[in-house]
């Protein structure tokens, strides 16, 4: 901040001395905080889905959150965007098929995914799975972009592996053999390769829509095809009178999960960069469990315990590098 000079000599206060340091020190812990908000905002989306599961469908609860998420972010995202519209209108022409491709795999898929799981497995599981998620960039990262795989890696996710096996088997390796596991647990699992495919595809977004501005336009780009999606769905299973409760998680999910969370996050890590946010969402899976058994009475069993261990040590190897960098 820019101090104006002082025109006539004042007295300093005693503890002046002490506010340029104070202030440092919470100018270097704010992006921290904004970190562990948003994890725990996208925590509270995992527990909430699981909540209102009876009242809202994976893809209406899907189309309501982002429907009600673009127009909280509209008022503050479009007068930007309209006062550069030449510019934002030729990214839109010219790089539509990207854009598609992350309004898609981000907005929708990964999200009916997640709650698709959500409606058959524990919200404690659901979050701790989450922890593959580095595990799934990796490969991902290597499958379209041909990034380097170490033996490091390798084994980082055969351990992470272990891990998977572990909880989704809830302890018992037979259900492993006999393919008796929760199907929710299947779902999860595979929506952490859209969600990785569409964060490598994310390197190549056009500069020209920063932060919020790329997720406005992401957002807006999928209201149609969830909008169809929610239609189909809610033509084949029967609509639930939601409870105020209900509504109450979903204007959650919208402007805490979607808009406060993509916020913070964007803000961190314009200050931290990406490497050090990155390592950030381990604390997704312990405020997961956490609010879970707070509001959803779930039970911890010790198998989340071992399979979580096995996720975490095997990310630490596969991500040491990175760390290091």
């Known amino acids: 901040m820019r101090h104006l000079p002082y025109t006539c000599a004042m007295p300093t206060p005693p503890n002046t001395a002490s506010t340029p340091a104070s202030t440092s020190a919470l100018r270097r812990a704010f992006p921290y905080l904004l970190l562990v908000m948003t994890n725990l905002f996208w925590a509270g989306n995992w527990v909430t889905a699981r909540a209102v599961r009876e009242s809202f469908h994976p893809f ?187 509504v109450a998680g979903v204007l959650y999910v919208a402007l805490f999960a979607s808009v406060a969370a993509f916020a913070c996050w964007n803000a961190a890590v314009a200050m931290v960069g990406p490497n050090v946010a990155g390592f950030s969402i381990h604390l997704l899976p312990a405020f997961g469990a956490m609010l879970a058994m707070l509001f959803l009475g779930e039970r911890p069993e010790w198998f989340h315990l071992w399979g979580v261990i096995a996720i975490l040590i095997g990310v630490g190897l596969a991500t040491l590098n990175a760390r290091r960098a």
């Open 60 to 246: 209406a609860l899907t189309f309501w959150r982002w429907f009600i998420a673009v127009l909280v972010m509209a008022p503050f995202v479009l007068p930007g965007m309209l006062r550069n519209w030449p510019v934002i209108r030729a990214v839109l022409v010219r790089r539509w098929p990207l854009l598609t491709a992350l309004s898609f795999l981000g907005v929708m898929l990964f999200q009916c995914f997640v709650y698709l799981g959500l409606q058959h497995t524990t919200a404690i599981n659901g979050v701790l799975l989450n922890s593959t998620m580095p595990i799934s960039m990796i490969l991902v990262a290597w499958a379209i972009d041909r990034e380097t795989v170490s033996a490091r890696q390798v084994v980082g996710v055969l351990v992470s592996l272990v891990g998977i096996v572990e909880i989704v088997t809830r302890g018992e390796l037979s259900r492993w053999a006999s393919i008796e596991f929760n199907v929710g647990d299947a779902w999860i699992l595979a929506a952490m390769p859209v969600w990785a495919v569409y964060s490598v595809l994310l390197r190549r977004r056009p500069p020209e829509l920063p932060g919020m501005q790329l997720v406005f336009v992401v957002a807006v780009m999928a209201l149609p095809l969830m909008g169809a999606a929610y239609a189909i769905e809610a033509q084949v299973l029967p609509l639930a009178t939601p409870s105020w409760p209900a």
